[in-house]
């Protein structure tokens, strides 16, 4: 009995994490600034101008080939795989049109 509660209380608090995590949000635009330094990224989109940061999760592509925080320049056309963190857009992928 105390191992069925254990495993529930486990269950439990995980379920909690996966309803916390922000949800994934895609967005196209073309990308009008690069911060290299500061690992940040402005894209102007239809629906207006954003700022995204890049961390070391990030996944970046050109196409289908992996590529890397580089290859993000100005100019690109971009489709962008987000979540909000502190109400902030955090870049998860990055697929540069080639």
Avoid: C
């Avoid at 949800?23 to 196209?28: N, R």
């Avoid at 402005?42 to 954003?50: N, R």
């Avoid at 100019?75 to 870049?91: C, M």
């Amino acid at each position: 009995m105390l191992r069925l509660m254990q495993v529930t209380a486990l269950v439990t608090s995980f379920a909690g994490i996966a309803i916390a995590a922000s949800p994934s949000i895609p967005q196209d635009g073309t990308v009008t600034s690069v911060d290299r330094g500061n690992k940040i990224f402005t894209v102007q989109s239809k629906s207006g101008i954003s700022t995204y940061r890049a961390t070391d999760h990030t996944v970046f592509r050109v196409g289908i080939t992996p590529t890397n925080w580089s290859a993000v320049k100005a100019a690109s056309k971009v489709g962008i795989v987000f979540h909000l963190e502190d109400n902030k857009p955090v870049a998860d992928e990055v697929v540069i049109s080639d």
